[in-house]
């Protein structure tokens, strides 16, 4: 079984729907981070949490929520998608306080919005 | 701040030939230093990691070393395989372990 598991991995939705984006991971780590990926951009982070009562914005939070329900459980949510939303979405998670840790990543959620 | 700066792509190589994806840094202090690998369809895999410098990490036959004289850590491997291809990217970890930053990521297509 993954570490870090996404659900859905596929998503198609309309413009203003509202979308949740799930990650639970059993590595029992602390940090979880949600980024997204465009062609060309690489990576950005959207938000990360460093424990269950701490949430943070990223790079580009705006038009995203997040929730941290446990500690091996971020969600992650579009109140009213728009197109320009449209992207692969991954969760990542990482040991806490570890400079020499990386980060673990899911499979990702391909979404899309028409 | 810090960040990471890697060679765009794409890149495209026969089978058997050698791979270098330059990746030079900024940052504070001595930060940490990796490389992933995603492959179609899947997320990002650590490849190899190098934590202070003058380290060298190695898998799978890549290697990388962190200079700090030359604030780098480029990807380098002798003899690509089909199998390589793949999206590449270079990451720092700050040296406090709470941000973390990726480079824009080098496609890379090996070709028979």
């Known amino acids: 079984d993954a570490d870090v598991t996404q659900t859905p991995r596929n998503r198609i939705t309309k413009t203003g729907k509202r979308i949740m984006l799930e990650c639970s991971q059993t590595?029992?780590?602390?940090?979880m981070y949600w980024y997204r990926q465009d062609p060309g951009l690489g990576l950005r982070l959207i938000y990360y949490?460093?424990?269950?009562?701490?949430?943070n914005k990223g790079e580009i939070s705006d038009g995203y929520s997040v929730s941290r329900q446990a500690q091996a459980k971020f969600s992650l949510s579009l109140e009213s998608a728009i197109p320009n939303q449209t992207a692969l979405y991954f969760c990542?998670?990482?040991?806490?306080?570890?400079?020499?840790?990386?980060?673990?990543f899911g499979d990702g959620t391909r979404l899309s919005i028409l | 701040g810090d960040s990471v700066t890697q060679m765009e792509g794409p890149v495209t190589l026969s089978e058997e030939a050698f791979l270098t994806i330059n990746c030079t840094y900024t940052?504070?202090?001595?930060?940490?230093l990796f490389w992933y690998v995603q492959y179609p369809g899947e997320g990002l895999q650590l490849l190899l990691k190098?934590?202070?410098?003058?380290d060298k990490g190695s898998n799978k036959g890549f290697e990388a070393t962190y200079r700090k004289e030359t604030t780098s850590f480029h990807l380098e491997k002798g003899s690509v395989q089909v199998s390589d291809s793949a999206v590449y990217f270079c990451?720092?970890?700050?040296?406090?372990?709470?941000?973390?930053?990726f480079g824009t990521g080098t496609s890379l297509t090996v070709i028979p």
């Open positions: 990542a998670t990482s040991e806490a306080g570890q400079p020499n840790q990386p980060q673990h």
């Open positions: 590595k029992g780590h602390d940090r």
């Open positions: 949490s460093f424990d269950v009562k701490d949430i």
């Open positions: 940052a504070t202090g001595y930060p940490s």
């Open positions: 190098a934590t202070k410098a003058d």
């Open positions: 990451a720092l970890s700050s040296r406090t372990g709470n941000q973390f930053y």
